[in-house]
């Protein structure tokens, strides 16, 4: 018992030592007693990329209940589309998704659905899987008693007027900040590179590049955003691919350090 309390002390206190690196300032006593929860009961971990804080609130996402349920030994997950609420040629999609946590479970049910207006732009046309995606965290959730939300089940951001092509925003980018209530630029990148487990320094060097500064942080916002768009995109089309083009900056990031 006492083998057990101090794991679990270790785990919140890993947690919450790099929640405040990730999250300068935004760990309030209140985040952090819900870090501590998430930490103790169930053995969520920032370092695996288990959570994201998004404008001051916790998120789990799809890896984190994944690992999760393979924790607590799930016996299985049903996915099925909902046939009666699908249309395939405007791409709306709804999944229904059963987890089972043990032999003789009756299951616990989760919806999701998608559709292109309720999904980022860079998901267009992958709209069924995040449908299902969204239909497993929820029935996750419940079978797990997680009431956080996951971050695949947000939809998309609403922007605050139409971009007009004349606008360029002059200004370096300023990653610790909100802007139009989205999340910050930080934070996404973070996410990314959490997700698809690529090297932070290597891309940081592919990032100075492609926005044609000297460093990041001399970039505007607008570059920085473009980046990570174009990152996304090529992280979720041809992953190798960016691996092997990341690698190209090692030597790079070796002669700066």
Sequence with gaps: MKQKSRNANQVFGANLRLA??????????????????LSRNYGIRVSAGDLQLLNGKWYVNHSGLIRLATRRRCLGIRVEHVRQFCDPSSNRWVFKATVYKFPGSRGFVGYGDADPSNVSSLVHGAEMRVAETRAVNRALRKAYGIGLCSVEELGAPRS???????????SPVRTNSYYNGQPRLRDRLCLLIRQHELDAALVKAYAAD?????????ASRESV?????????????????????????AKHTEVSQ
């Design 20 to 37: 405040r690196r990730l999250w300068p300032g935004q760990i309030p006593s209140e985040q952090a007693k819900a870090l501590e929860e």
């Design 160 to 170: 605050s007027g139409p971009a007009t092509a004349n606008h360029r925003d002059p």
């Design 210 to 218: 492609y926005c044609g500064t000297p460093v990041l942080r001399d």
């Design 225 to 249: 955003e473009a980046f990570i768009n174009e990152l996304a995109e090529r992280a979720a089309k041809d992953r190798e691919g960016l691996l092997c083009h990341l690698n190209s900056y």
